[in-house]
Every structure is written in C-alpha cells, then in structure tokens.
C-alpha cells in the first residue's frame, strides 16, 4: 500500500533511477550514499550469483564477479542464463552492463587465482561457491583485509527447498566462518559427484528450482544494503539467516566469536610495492623482503599457489617441471599431450638455497604462475612477525 501522506520531495542530487530506492526503508538519508560507494566482490556465478550480481548493480553498488565456468545447457532452467557457452562471470557482467554501464567487472577465472591485492579493494566479499575447500582461505583473507564476508548457500541435493545466508566479520571484530568449528571439521571435505563434462572435478551439480535461489538471494541483498548502508548494521553481523521454503519459514541464528578460532582472527599488515609479476623475478623478491625485513629471509612463500615440482600425463610420462597450477604444464615429451601438474609436488615455502637449486631465481613470478595482479608473497624469518608483500 502506498499512502500519498508517505511521500516526500525528491532529492535532486539523486538519478531519477535511485530516487523511490533512497526513499526506501532500508536506504533511505545517508544509507544510499554509502551503498551507492560500494564496492564488492562476488565469487561463483551460478544458481546465486547470477541472481544477485544484477540486483546489486540495479540498486546502485558495483561488484567484480569470479567464476571459471561456461553456461551449459544444464544451467538454463535453473539459473539466470539465456545460451549456453559464454564464461559465467562474461554473462552476468553483460547483464550488468545493460542495467548499469561500468557497474560490474568479468573475472573469468577461479578466485584461487585471484592476486590478495585485487580482492583488496573491495569492501566486501561475497561467497556464492559453497566450494568447503574454498572455506579456509576465503576466512584468511577476509580476517586479513579486515573485511566482512557474506555466504549464500543452498541445499542442492534436490529433496528440500533450504538455503541460507551467513555474515562473518573475523578482522572486524566479530565472527569468522571458522569460529563454530573444530580443526577436524574444517579438515573434512565433503564430496560431491561430478557435474556434465566438468572433467573429474568433485563438485556435483546443484539440483534445486529457481525459487529457493531468489529466496536466498533476497535475504541476502537485504542483508548487504543493511549493513554496508548502515542501517541496523548490528542485526547483521554475526547473522546466521536460514531460508526453509518447505514450511515458509525464515530463521535468524546469532553465530558469536570465539576466542579460541582456529583462525586466530589475523589482520595481516600489507606492504605494497611497485612490482610487476610480469617483470619481477624471485630472487628480487627474495631482495625485496630482505630489505623491507633489515635482515636475511628464512622462506618466501607464494601465497596460495605452491609451486610443483613435476607433471604427469595421461599416458603415464612423468616430467620435471616447476609452476603453479596456474600456468601451462608441459607437453609430454613422449606422447606430446598437454601434461598435468602433480599436485602433491606443490612446495609452498622456498629458502633461497632451494629456489636457487631449483633455478627459479631468474624466472618472473608471472613465468612461474603467480596472479598477475595484486599476488601476495609472505616473507619469514626468525624473531620477526611474518612480511606481507603485495605486488602491483
């Protein structure tokens, strides 16, 4: 019901677009200006992220989106695909871009991949993966940014219309996603059965209609505009929603911060330099943190991409070779297929005596997998916190 005694003058320094949307409950005096400055991240464009991403861009924030994956025919009945083919992220992005010019930005490639500096920028981040293996990274780097986090799930198993949407603020102050749960529960990984042609990955497909996704998605926008408008901030954090359309019910949880996280609840203290991955080899960032330290580096550790040691191919050939998952493998020297790296070789800390036994010293960050925007390089050595270096 609209009653006419409600309505005010509008705001002439507001888009015409925006103005009932600045007169909202939720966005209504200074709320819309701090969601119009927004800035977000978005992993995962499928069942919820291809929802959320344009509701986000139509009330005014702008969001990066993440997604490695193609639209298949499988996802046109289900989520907010019109053709199959086109990279996930590209899709949404385009959609974007017909609701709001310059709103949103397309990153085509999994948010593993994605340089600590990028997600930097951003105020928030939002998990739309339900990925567990992305769990404890994702929970590091918001604690470290100091920057909330927002997960939206839904059971995909086909047999009940349940979804939820979890806030967490570990850097904050407030909880983290790893403050309910013990070492061993992070640990265990659940497994789901492959989706069509998704090449041995163990994430099954996500049986569920349209209409628990919007569902979640709502609760979540409205989550999102309360929080980073400022309007009952407070209800937010810490805010364990759960959506059960089985029953028509909505459920609210309060999820505290323990003393005693896993996590420990770091901010990480960032040194930025001038450095490209592109033109910046290993031995130079072994240079850089020793003068940025006063003192000899211990190890550098690329930050969440070890560096394997060899690849295998299908037909059996083994190769030595150095890199990250993220760059190109190999091809076999018998069969001349593209190789796979061996994951299990991967090697996350290097002393310069290794690297330099290795022959990666001369080799760029870029040449041996490392993001090429914004990666992290964490330098340690004996009786000094742990240097955080972040390349351009």
């Not at 959320?52 to 907010?80: C, F, H, K, M």
């Not at 059960?244 to 901010?267: I, K, Q």
């Not at 960032?285 to 003192?295: I, P, T, V």
């Amino acid at each position: 019901m609209t009653s006419s005694a409600s309505l005010s003058t509008p705001d002439p320094s507001i888009e015409p677009r925006f103005a009932r949307l600045a007169e909202s409950a939720t966005l209504s005096g200074s709320a819309f200006g701090n969601w119009r400055r927004t800035r977000l991240v978005q992993l995962g464009a499928g069942h919820l992220g291809s929802r959320l991403a344009p509701e986000i861009v139509r009330s005014g924030a702008s969001v990066a989106i993440y997604d490695p994956e193609a639209v298949s025919p499988e996802n046109l009945g289900t989520q907010a695909f019109s053709s199959v083919g086109l990279n996930k992220a590209e899709a949404v992005c385009q959609a974007c871009e017909q609701i709001r010019p310059g709103a949103a930005q397309s990153r085509p490639y999994d948010v593993r991949h994605a340089g600590v500096g990028e997600l930097a920028a951003a105020d928030g981040i939002i998990d739309c993966t339900d990925d567990a293996r992305l769990e404890w990274m994702l929970t590091e780097i918001s604690n470290g940014l100091a920057i909330p986090m927002f997960r939206l799930a839904i059971d995909g198993s086909g047999e009940h219309n349940l979804g939820r949407v979890q806030v967490s603020h570990g850097g904050g102050g407030a909880a983290c996603r790893l403050c309910p749960k013990t070492p061993e529960q992070i640990l265990r990984r659940a497994t789901r059965t492959p989706c069509p042609g998704a090449g041995g990955d163990d994430r099954g497909p996500t049986r569920a209609g349209p209409a628990v996704g919007l569902a979640v998605v709502g609760a979540a926008l409205l989550m999102l505009q309360r929080y980073f408008g400022g309007r009952r901030r407070d209800d937010v954090l810490d805010a364990h929603v759960l959506v059960d359309l089985d029953a028509f019910h909505l459920v609210t949880m309060r999820e505290p911060r323990s003393s005693s996280c896993v996590s420990g609840h770091v901010v990480w203290d960032l040194v930025r330099t001038d450095r490209d991955a592109r033109q910046t080899t290993f031995g130079e960032l072994f240079d850089l943190a020793e003068r940025e330290l006063g003192r000899r580096v211990e190890t550098l550790e690329p930050y969440g991409h070890p560096i394997c040691g060899s690849a295998r191919c299908e037909c059996g050939a083994e190769a030595t070779a150095l890199g990250t998952r993220w760059v190109a493998a190999p091809s076999c020297p018998a069969c001349g297929a593209s190789m796979d790296w061996q994951a299990h070789t991967g090697k996350d800390r290097w002393s310069r005596a290794e690297a330099r036994q290795a022959s990666i010293l001369d080799r760029t960050a870029a040449e041996l997998g490392l993001p090429l925007r914004g990666a992290m390089l964490v330098a340690r050595t004996g009786g000094k916190a742990p240097l955080r270096l972040l390349l351009q």
